[in-house]
């Protein structure tokens, strides 16, 4: 029974002492959250770089419905017309003026999809009453 009890405090002195094999863990550990920092960094700047292509798109449309809307309130009789753009096709349609309101439907098609709009504007200055966006 003696030598069983030496064996087993000669085997824990061992373990206490020889600390080397704990090292590889810890190592371990703080490479797993390098990387998963390092992936969520890099998920962050791609959803950021997502989120500006997807607005940089959104005015751009924008700003071709104000060109075409432009266009219309320029002309006096104005008349449907087509727009080419960088971003893709523009179809505008004009309604007959009812109660002082005409309405300019715009069918833009890009590379994403087709979208449209339909602008309210006072007859006589050419305001914007109102702004209806169909997907």
């Not at 962050?44 to 219309?72: P, Q």
Request: hydrophobic share 40%.
């Amino acid at each position: 029974m003696k030598k069983k009890e030496q064996r087993f405090l000669q085997f824990g002195k061992e373990w206490v002492l020889n600390e080397q094999g704990m090292i590889y863990p810890h190592i371990l550990l703080i490479l797993v959250l390098i990387m998963a920092a390092s992936v969520s960094i890099a998920d962050s700047f791609v959803s950021k770089w997502k989120t500006a292509d997807y607005v940089t798109d959104y005015y751009e449309l924008r700003i071709v419905e104000l060109m075409a809307v432009r266009n219309v309130v320029a002309q006096s009789e104005p008349a449907p017309f087509f727009l080419e753009t960088n971003i893709g096709t523009t179809r505008v349609t004009i309604s007959e003026a009812v109660q002082n309101e005409r309405r300019v439907r715009i069918e833009t098609t890009h590379q994403d999809g087709v979208f449209w709009a339909v602008y309210h504007l006072h007859s006589e200055d050419g305001s914007i009453l109102k702004r209806t966006e169909y997907y």
